[in-house]
C-alpha cells in the first residue's frame, strides 16, 4: 500500500482538509511499521536535515520577536530552495525512468508535479520580493472582435470605480495581508506538526526504500515551511511600512478635500466657466437675426424671434455641455467626467419620456398656441398682458404694482386675445375714488396682484382682489359721479306746484350750485317732477359732475339737501311728514244713526 501526502501553499487548508492529511500520515506510518522487516537497513540521517526543524524554530522566534532578515538574504534563500527542488526534480525523474510498476509511478508524478508547483511559487516570490511587487511579465490582450456594450460601459465607469478603490486603498490592503497572515501562521503551525511527526516515523523507519520515501516527504514539509516563513517576513514586513505610512483619519479626510480643492476643484471651475462662456456667446450670435429682421415690425416677427430664442438655448447648452465634457478630459479628471455622463444620461432618458407631454408646452414657446405674446390673457380673474413668453413667462397689468412669472404649464390651457388701445385693465387704478355699497366712500392707496388698499379718512380698508372683484363699487373718478334725490312737497300746493314751485326750486338749486366751490365740476343739471305718491308731491333731482370732486360726494348731496330747506322756507312750503292713513269701524251710536236715516 503507496500513499503521498502533498502540501500546496496556494490553497486556503480548511479544517477538514488538514484533518484528512494527517490520518494518511498516519495510515503511511503504520504501513511503513507492517513492511520494516520486509527493506534493508536503516540510513543515517544527515546532520543538516536533522537540525533541520532546530533552525526553523529559531526562525520563527526570531520572525515573531521583530528580528526580520534583510531582502538579500531572504532572495538568497528563496533561490537555494529553488535549486534544491530542481534537483529534487531531478532524482524523481531518476526514479520515475527507473521504475515499472503502475502505483509507484503514480505516486512519482504526483510528487513530481508537487515539486514544480513549489518551485513556480518560490520563483514568482523571489521575482514579488526582487521587484517589489511589480509584474514583469505581462501578455497582451488582443482587441476583441465583437461590439459589448456592457464591457464598454464597464470600461466607462471603470476610473470612478478605480478612485474609489484608491481612496479606501490602505484599510482593505491592511485587512487582506492580516487575513493572509494568519492564513500562513496556520500554515507554519500545521507544517511544524507534520514535521515533527516525520522526524518521529524516521527514526522509527530501519529499512532504506521506506526511508528514502519519508526523507522526500520530510524534505517536501521543510521547504514548504521555509515559504510559509518568508511569507510570513514579507508580510510583517508590509504590514509595517503600511501602518507607518498610515496618517489619522481627521489628517486623510483634510489632505483629501486639500487634493480635491487644488486639482479637481479648480479643473471643474474651469470646465463650468468654459460652458458658461460658450453659453452666452451663442446666445449674443443669436440676437443678430431679431435685431436685423424684427427691427421694422416687430410685431410680425414675435413667432420667428420665439424660435430664434428655443434654438439659441439648446444649440447653446449642448455645446456648452461639449466644452464642459472636453475640458474635463483635457484635464483627465475621470472622476468628475464619468459623474457628469451619469447625471447628463439621467437628464435624457428623463427628457426622451417626458417630451411627448411637452409638446404642447413647446408650440406655446415658439408662439403658436393659444396663449401669443403680447396679447391680453385672464389668468385668475384678473386680464394681464403676456409681456414675454418664456419657461416662466413673464405677466403685466398696466393699472397694477409688479407682474407675475407664471410656469408655462400653467398657461397652455388658456387663450389669449387681442385688445383695444382704451381698454380697461382693472375696474380701479391708483388714486381712483370708490362708494360700495355699504356706503363706504374711500381713495385707492395701494393696487397689486394680490390686494386692494383702500383710505377713509385716516383708516385704510384692506380687501383681497378675489373679495374686491365680487363687489359692485361705483368708481367715482373715471367718468364721473352723479347725485340722484327725490324732494317730496305738500299736497296743499297741488294747484300751483307746476307753475310756480317747480321753476323757483329749479332755479334755486342751479344758483346755489353754480355758486359754489364745485360749480366747475358740474357737467349736467336736471330737476323735474317725478310723481304724486300717497302724502307727497315729489321732484326728482339728478346733478352730473366729474371725477375732480369724487371725495366731496356727501357733501354736495348735503349741500343740496340744505339748499331745499332754505327754498321751502323762504316761500312759506310745506315738506310733508310720511303719513299712513287709518280707517276704522263705526261705533254703536253710529250705526244707530245710520239705520235710522
Not at 486603498?169 to 487575513?179: F, K, N, V
Not at 516563513?229 to 504590514?239: A, P, V
Not at 356706503?439 to 386692494?452: A, F, H, M, R
Amino acid at each position: 500500500m503507496q500513499s503521498t501526502v502533498q502540501f500546496t501553499p496556494s490553497q486556503h487548508p480548511r479544517c477538514s482538509r488538514k484533518e484528512f492529511i494527517f490520518l494518511r500520515i498516519f495510515i503511511f506510518i503504520l504501513t511503513l511499521s507492517a513492511i520494516d522487516t520486509v527493506y534493508g537497513k536503516e540510513e543515517p540521517l544527515p546532520k543538516e536535515r536533522r537540525s533541520t526543524g532546530q533552525q526553523e524554530e529559531k526562525s520563527q522566534k526570531e520572525s515573531d520577536n521583530g528580528s526580520n532578515p534583510t531582502t538579500a538574504e531572504t532572495l538568497a534563500q528563496i533561490q537555494e530552495q529553488i535549486k534544491n527542488q530542481k534537483k529534487q526534480q531531478q532524482t524523481l525523474k531518476r526514479r520515475l525512468a527507473a521504475t515499472t510498476e503502475p502505483g509507484q509511478i503514480s505516486r512519482l508524478e504526483s510528487e513530481l508535479r508537487n515539486s514544480q508547483d513549489i518551485a513556480a511559487d518560490l520563483h514568482d516570490e523571489f521575482i514579488a520580493i526582487a521587484t517589489g511587487g511589480a509584474k514583469l511579465f505581462v501578455k497582451h490582450i488582443p482587441g476583441r472582435a465583437e461590439y459589448n456594450w456592457q464591457e464598454d460601459l464597464e470600461a466607462i465607469i471603470a476610473p470612478f470605480l478605480d478612485e474609489l478603490k484608491e481612496i479606501t486603498a490602505r484599510p482593505r490592503i491592511l485587512e487582506d495581508l492580516q487575513s493572509e497572515l494568519s492564513f500562513w501562521k496556520k500554515r507554519r503551525k500545521s507544517l511544524s506538526a507534520a514535521i515533527e511527526h516525520l522526524e518521529s516515523t524516521l527514526e522509527d523507519v530501519q529499512q532504506n526504500t521506506l526511508r528514502k520515501e519519508v526523507v522526500g516527504l520530510l524534505e517536501s514539509a521543510q521547504s514548504r515551511h521555509t515559504s510559509a516563513q518568508q511569507k510570513i517576513t514579507l508580510i510583517h514586513s508590509e504590514i509595517k511600512r503600511l501602518e507607518a505610512a498610515q496618517n489619522p483619519i481627521w489628517e486623510t479626510i483634510s489632505t483629501t478635500a486639500k487634493n480635491i480643492a487644488r486639482s479637481m476643484g479648480i479643473h471643474l471651475i474651469v470646465a463650468i466657466l468654459a460652458a458658461a462662456l460658450i453659453y452666452q456667446l451663442i446666445s449674443l450670435l443669436g440676437r443678430l437675426p431679431i435685431l436685423i429682421l424684427g427691427k421694422q415690425r416687430p410685431e410680425q416677427f414675435i413667432s420667428f424671434e420665439r424660435s430664434i430664442n428655443l434654438i439659441k438655448r439648446m444649440v447653446g447648452a449642448t455645446l456648452g455641455t461639449l466644452v464642459y465634457l472636453m475640458v474635463l478630459y483635457g484635464f483627465s479628471e475621470w472622476l468628475i467626467l464619468v459623474l457628469s455622463l451619469i447625471i447628463i444620461a439621467s437628464i435624457l432618458m428623463s427628457l426622451r419620456v417626458a417630451i411627448p407631454q411637452y409638446l404642447v408646452e413647446l408650440r406655446t414657446l415658439l408662439n403658436m398656441g393659444s396663449v401669443r405674446q403680447g396679447e391680453r390673457l385672464m389668468y385668475q380673474g384678473i386680464p394681464w398682458r403676456v409681456k414675454e413668453l418664456d419657461v416662466y413667462t413673464h405677466l403685466h397689468n398696466p393699472w397694477l404694482d409688479g407682474h407675475l412669472r407664471v410656469p408655462v404649464t400653467e398657461l397652455s390651457a388658456l387663450s389669449s386675445r387681442p385688445f383695444h388701445q382704451n381698454e380697461p385693465w382693472f375696474p380701479c387704478r391708483l388714486n381712483d375714488v370708490l362708494l360700495f355699497p355699504n356706503g363706504v366712500l374711500g381713495i385707492v392707496e395701494q393696487l397689486s396682484p394680490e390686494q386692494v388698499q383702500i383710505e377713509r379718512g385716516k383708516a385704510i380698508f384692506t380687501y383681497q382682489i378675489e373679495d374686491l372683484l365680487k363687489t359692485p363699487f361705483q368708481n367715482l373718478t373715471r367718468k364721473g359721479f352723479s347725485i340722484f334725490m327725490t324732494l317730496p312737497l305738500d299736497y296743499t300746493l297741488q294747484p300751483t306746484i307746476l307753475e310756480s314751485a317747480l321753476p323757483a326750486l329749479k332755479t334755486s338749486m342751479l344758483s346755489m350750485l353754480r355758486t359754489s366751490e364745485f360749480a366747475e365740476s358740474l357737467l349736467d343739471f336736471t330737476f323735474e317732477f317725478d310723481a304724486a305718491n300717497d302724502s307727497s308731491l315729489d321732484f326728482r333731482l339728478i346733478a352730473s359732475f366729474t371725477g375732480k370732486y369724487a371725495l366731496q360726494y356727501y357733501h354736495i348731496k348735503r349741500r343740496l339737501e340744505a339748499n331745499f330747506i332754505e327754498a321751502c322756507n323762504s316761500n312759506g312750503w310745506t315738506i310733508p311728514f310720511h303719513q299712513l292713513m287709518v280707517h276704522q269701524p263705526p261705533s254703536t251710536e253710529g250705526k244707530a244713526l245710520m239705520n235710522e236715516s
